[in-house]
């Protein structure tokens, strides 16, 4: 379908949209621009129109199109085009059209700008001077690219690429991205939002001009998708969607509200860019971008603030792994430092932190104590109740005596029912008195299912020239003393 234009006009077009009162629509608001504009209803439409005839402008209405379905035939109709100019007039929840239909542009250099776009909705007279200045607007070419913007988006990519830099701390890499994006000109504000486990959003980071506060907008700073705001602000959008979301004019997302606090600050233009998933699946969060106006970008800086979010997702990746990596450590030296039944050290990790304790004690002159003790007739507690009766009395003993001991104190199981208790700062005498809290405390407590249990302990105080293998020597035999003389009684070493 075609339509005459005015007298005067030599300009021609093909509008393509599959929404017939969108054609009806532009034909009303814009075909007086055109001496003759064809209207095509899909893809083979205006494929066939423009192998016919190639026009001044092809102006594509990309409001239900879909990439995954409908990005190769759009892809292949611009190609067709070799550079001529293309106005894309494409929803605001759906930008990623735009750098993925530039990237289709083969027939132009990196420079040309031979594909424009709007930002839809947009009212009819700006519409109209949208279409009005692509007919008279001459064209673009590399040349005419400014060298103070491409100086600006190398640097936005080498600062992007040094925030890898903190990739091992996620707020510190969400911190030193907002710092990279706030350098490039325009920017007035940047944040953050970034996917927690429990799938809802969090604002990591945000770096802006004062009074700029996103907290403020969005009534919260976790928990985002139940914000109010959830359905329109550009950050949000493209956190929980996956789609890159462009506002350039605050009221296209149709909150009033929204659109006098950004205009209040100065705003002009609003965006949120996924941060890229590994696979399929939600997106890890989103960049947020405010900026003072709201002119197109090009292709190199479309490029460049999706190469950004992609490098994001690289840190946070590498953030991820890092804290996996420091959780799987933390676990394996739990596994190899904590006895599983009673939770306290075990044997290997008591000697290596008794050797260090006594090397610390000889380097400051100060006392270290060592002391033993062992459940008195452990052996007829499993024979008469049991074995899950003797680890209840096992984790019983432990506890009573943790909760006896200093922070400094550590309690280590060294065998069956045998523990030891290594007390710096602590001599002979200090841990005499510690040795008999820990006897007292352990008889009088009720054991479930043995009723009451008791303990031999032996005390020790380190030596001068001492080793460890000597110091548990002695600590041993004073325990073997204490069962000699009649159990549930403290010994001292001997020298």
């Given at each position: 379908m075609s339509q005459q234009g005015r007298e005067g006009?030599?300009?021609?077009?093909?509008?393509?949209?599959?929404?017939?009162?969108?054609?009806?629509?532009?034909?009303?608001?814009?075909?007086?621009?055109?001496a003759q504009l064809d209207l095509a209803d899909g893809i083979d439409a205006a494929t066939t129109q423009l192998a016919a005839r190639q026009p001044d402008?092809?102006?594509?209405?990309?409001?239900?199109?879909?990439?995954?379905?409908?990005?190769?035939?759009?892809?292949?109709?611009?190609?067709?085009?070799?550079?001529?100019?293309?106005?894309?007039?494409?929803?605001?929840?759906?930008?990623?059209?735009?750098?993925?239909?530039?990237?289709?542009?083969?027939g132009a250099d990196a420079g040309a700008q031979a594909i424009s776009y709007a930002i839809t909705p947009a009212p009819p007279e700006r519409l109209r001077a949208l279409v009005e200045a692509q007919l008279h607007a001459p064209a673009a070419s590399a040349a005419d690219a400014d060298p103070e913007r491409l100086r600006s988006l190398l640097a936005l990519r080498a600062r992007a690429q040094a925030t890898l830099r903190e990739a091992e701390d996620a707020p510190r890499l969400a911190e030193a991205l907002c710092e990279a994006l706030r350098g490039w000109p325009g920017?007035?504000?940047?944040?953050?939002?970034?996917?927690?486990?429990?799938?809802?959003?969090?604002?990591?980071?945000?770096?802006?001009?004062?009074?700029?506060?996103?907290?403020?907008?969005?009534?919260?700073?976790?928990?985002?998708?139940q914000a109010p705001l959830r359905h329109a602000f550009p950050g949000l959008l493209a956190a929980a969607g996956g789609e890159l979301v462009l506002l350039d004019d605050p009221s296209q997302a149709g909150e009033p509200g929204m659109a006098l606090f950004l205009r209040a600050h100065g705003v002009a233009l609003a965006a949120?860019?996924?941060?890229?998933?590994?696979?399929?699946?939600?997106?890890r969060g989103a960049l947020s971008l405010l900026m003072d106006s709201a002119r197109p970008w090009s292709r190199d800086e479309w490029d460049t603030l999706l190469d950004v979010a992609r490098l994001?997702?690289?840190?946070?990746?590498?953030?991820?792994?890092?804290?996996?990596?420091?959780?799987?450590?933390?676990?394996?030296?739990?596994?190899?430092?904590v006895d599983a039944l009673t939770g306290v050290a075990n044997r290997r990790h008591g000697e290596e932190l008794l050797e260090k304790e006594i090397r610390r004690a000889r380097r400051y002159r100060l006392p270290l104590a060592l002391l033993a003790f062992d459940i008195d007739r452990f052996k007829t507690i499993n024979d008469n109740y049991g074995y899950p009766v003797g680890d209840v009395a096992l984790r019983?003993?432990?506890?009573?005596?943790?909760?006896?001991?200093?922070?400094?104190?550590?309690?280590?199981?060294?065998?069956?029912?045998?523990?030891?208790?290594?007390?710096?700062?602590?001599?002979?005498?200090?841990?005499?008195?510690?040795?008999?809290?820990?006897?007292?405390?352990i008889a009088q407590a009720a054991i479930p299912g043995c009723d009451h249990v008791t303990?031999?302990?032996?005390?020790?105080?380190?030596?001068?020239?001492?080793?460890?293998?000597?110091?548990?020597?002695?600590?041993?035999?004073?325990t073997r003393r204490a069962k000699r003389a009649g159990r549930n009684c403290v010994e001292l070493a001997m020298q």
């Open positions: 006009s030599t300009s021609t077009g093909i509008y393509l949209s599959p929404m017939a009162q969108r054609r009806a629509e532009f034909e009303e608001v814009c075909g007086p621009l055109f402008l092809l102006v594509l209405e990309l409001e239900r199109f879909t990439p995954g379905i409908d990005l190769d035939a759009l892809s292949a109709l611009i190609a067709l085009r070799a550079g001529a100019p293309t106005l894309l007039l494409c929803p605001f929840d759906s930008a990623g059209w735009i750098a993925a239909l530039m990237a289709a542009d083969a920017v007035l504000h940047a944040a953050v939002l970034r996917r927690q486990l429990d799938g809802d959003l969090q604002l990591e980071a945000q770096l802006g001009v004062p009074d700029l506060v996103l907290g403020g907008l969005l009534q919260r700073t976790d928990r985002l998708l949120g860019l996924p941060i890229p998933a590994d696979g399929p699946g939600a997106p994001a997702a690289a840190g946070f990746r590498t953030a991820e792994l890092h804290l996996e990596n420091e959780t799987l450590l933390a676990r394996l030296t739990h596994v190899s430092t019983t003993v432990a506890d009573l005596t943790r909760a006896v001991l200093r922070a400094s104190d550590v309690l280590v199981r060294s065998g069956g029912q045998e523990f030891q208790i290594v007390a710096p700062h602590t001599s002979a005498i200090d841990g005499l008195k510690v040795a008999e809290k820990i006897r007292q405390a303990v031999s302990l032996g005390v020790a105080q380190l030596g001068e020239q001492e080793s460890a293998d000597s110091l548990a020597q002695r600590v041993d035999a004073a």
